[in-house]
């Protein structure tokens, strides 16, 4: 069975020598010492790696099962969910008001990438609550607040976000559900909501379903939805659960993956709901969240490839296989291990270079996330936005890529279940379709957050990049050569990239659109190219400095130098096809596919 | 539920107006002419999309049941291979002393392709007979041909590949089984073997195992090992069944796809084998068919890719959402149809473009092998050898990440079970790892075929795509323009990753091994960019000369111009990779991983 070790010290690494955040102007960050980051992380770390991990492969073979109306979740969740909740892991960065911890979003990152490496199918019940505790906290009225959020803090009430319908998913103009006035302030809510992640389950008393639905004469299309709180039972003026809302489980999906969590049809049978926010602003209400619901679902792909990484590495060590060609390295065995051979070697790097750029990009923009939240500062939200598209693209399609990168490493072996590889790959895939797949974030990037506030956000991205080679060019031969020469390299292309959408996507919108894809790994690359110089110089710098864990910055640099040699060059490529334009793309009618 | 329309039409175009089959000097070939092919592939592709593919997903989600000491197939397996044997299926390319129609192998291939992507648990149950008929011909006395070929010809017994052991795979020199002589000229064979696919099931009378073993006192390591006949029920004089052999399933297996296909567990416990071909002459019996027999995996990966962007393309038709930016194209429609969007075409055309050009590569290499065969031509045999790990390696990763690609167009839908493009993709997996993991194939590729024969071979290619190049010039502008100068600049590159290797590979092995990886990409990419400028040129020629199905050609005209533009120019990405050399791959300790 896979196991799961907490890469406690790589996280501290970010945080305190690549973000140092101890020294942020971020309210709530100088809190931050080295200490107190490693206490919670190795307590994270702790239930994390021996209490939810062991139930991964339980959550994916029992799965979840509907029975009478009662959706029961695998063996062990349930009492797993209440230590997590005594652990007061649910509300990590919750307001204190309502019960939470208030520590930054980035400390809940960090202890999110564990909960999702862990077991990412049960990590998404307290996800799912953290996002609809967002929305109500963001745009619910007080007494909303009060009845709600307390419980969701603490997990005794979940959460669900309820957006897509049979027939339409990514184009929400097309929505059914209705959501009829009552007159005394609450509303009917009519309707047919699929995909629900966490839809129902025994690990809570209540789930609190937000509600996307139209009010009968509002505006046609998105301009008309509305945000609804549809208990699953009412809750009375004391806090105290009332009667069963018309809200009922349809059925549970059978999935290619995340078995243990139950992905439920909801049928809204003129349930009870209440508006949240303002009438037809659902959209810009759930808007509001959309940066940390992607953030979180990009960290939910890198995580399982940090996981299935570690198992490949176990096994590359342990497993006999072939001999070295360049001299037999155990020589009393039958065979050296796996990890001697070359080729395994570039397959384990591909996942770590990636791996650790990605965490490093996620803490980055989760620290954003604070500074635009905490600080109020517009740029710091007007970059979050840009990034937003490319860590939940990039990092997923990346994420799925590498976990079955490390499935490859057993061999035959990877291919039976029983060995957990398998799920790691079939978990992540579902990261690269909700909250919007893909292609729908490339759009997204091009489509909008390229050009967004007169496309100030991409420039000022690039003026960093260019103020970081500036600043540091020079200072040392080697740190130029692998890592800033790449660096600026992947740049070029990267803004080579947008003038040709600039100068042929007026002309043709397609000429920008077909390259979309593309565009996004390549934002995504030079991201990483950026985190990967950024742990080069701490790195270089540290063991300048006479560092004591010269070992780990060693490997740093080299996993850096691999990154930069071996993966930035995809720029290049992503150029090529895009400098191509949509004339192959858009050249063939219908009936010709 | 998905459907499967067997391309027939694009086989002939392929057999037809590609390698002109009719005209071909190989035995055989001359026989093949159009109709007689048509008729051919069209009575497969009605069984295939009739029979076999609505029982795709039932075997997926029935799999085989171990109970009793017997396998049970899913539902209906059993009709459908009654029908596959009444209709002649199994023995198409078989000699015809034995009851097989002897076609060539390139007739079988493109049948193969059918069954593959119609059903390819199914299928399986087929081709493992038809691999161990291959040995039994090759190397078997004439009584063992008599003995067992016309029942497996018929497929009224079925056959096995038994290699790996639980601590073996790639590395068979460590294996354990042994065969110890009886004196009679039969062996006691003892061991257990695993990842048996159709090791037992209830679809045939009986079932010839060919498995791998020691004869103690042999040669140590590979040299070693001997092939053996294991039926699983002795054979009488007269042809009749006799006691059932100490041969028995241990369990089978539960993995990530081919569900319908009973993966074993085979205990051998002092089985009566029959010596084939020479004692610890083993695998080089079974080198003889590895061509072929990796080939037809090559074969599987890109027919899930077929099949998946078969339904990839129907539901992108259908389901509504969103709008052309260009201008609304469904304005009678709530939404237009996905295929407007520009991302969504550059992923099926993606599909599409690898699909056809992988089709055209594996019937050319199919065609490849007849020659050396039918024709015993070395220069063929030596060819395709060199391409053999390429059309394994470099199909199967793309039909894997294809078919993927085709399951991202159903958004969420994709990720439900129910609508069957998880199973595509999770079928597809496994021909990247049996057969010689992807990672061997690049290292047989660049550690042995490439310099087999003094290189002999890669400079035949090499002159191949120059002779085409140089004859082809300046015959159409735009053929020069759109197919000719990406194929020359494509060959370049891998010219000069060869010249790399040769140049840095003396000095330290692992220069060349480092890169074996992306030199098998780089060479699968070149050799589609060869059958697209073939094809480009074929259609380019067919509309000059006033064709009737000019829809078809220019459809293939502008599938190849996306090859050539959009997924040819990653073989300069390939190369950086390799040039950038061994260091970055092989700096890390053990322990740095």
Redesign the interface.
Known sequence: MPQYIAPTKDMQYVLNDVLDVKNSSIPGYADLDADFLSAILEEAGKITSQVLAPLNAVGDQEGCHFENGVIRTPTGFKDAFEQVKEGGWTGIDCDPEFGGQGLPYLVGTAVGEMFASSNMAFGMYQGLTHGAYSAIHAHGTEAQKQTYLPNMVSCDWTGTMNL?EP?????L??MRTKAEPQGDGTFKITGQK??ISAGDHDLSENVIHLVLAKIPGGPDGVKGISLFIVPKFMVNEDGSLGARNAVAVGKI?????IHGNATCVMNYDGATGFLLGDEHKGMRAMFTMMNEARLGVGLQGYSQAEVAYQNA?AY??DR???RD??GVKNPDG??D?L?V?????????DQ?SFVEGARAFTFWGASLIDQAHREGDADANGLISLLTPVVKGFLTDKG?EYA?AA??VY??H?????WGM?QF??DA??T???EG???VQ??DLV?RKLAQDGGKHVMAFFEMVKNFASENKGWDEDFDRDFLDPLKAASKDLQAAGMYFMQNGMK???NA??G??DYMHMFGHVCLGLMWARMGKASIEALKNGADDA?FH??KI??G??YM??QL??T??HL??IQ?G?D?????S????
């Open positions: 897509t027939h339409c998913g990514t184009d103009g097309l699929i995909f999906e059978e999935k290619m993956g590495v590359a060590k006999l296989q072939g060609v360049t039958p065979a291990p990890i051979h070359p080729d395994i070697r570039r397959n384990l790097l770590k799925y079955s499935q490859q061999g035959g990877g291919y039976i279940e029983e398998s790959a079939r895939r579902i690269m379709i909700y797949a893909n292609g490339a759009l489509g043709n919108p397609n659109l077909a979309s894809y070992a060693e490997t080299k996993t130098r691999y040699a071996r060059p995809a290049a490529l090529a096809r191509s949509a192959t793309v858009m050249g063939l219908e009936d010709q596919f």
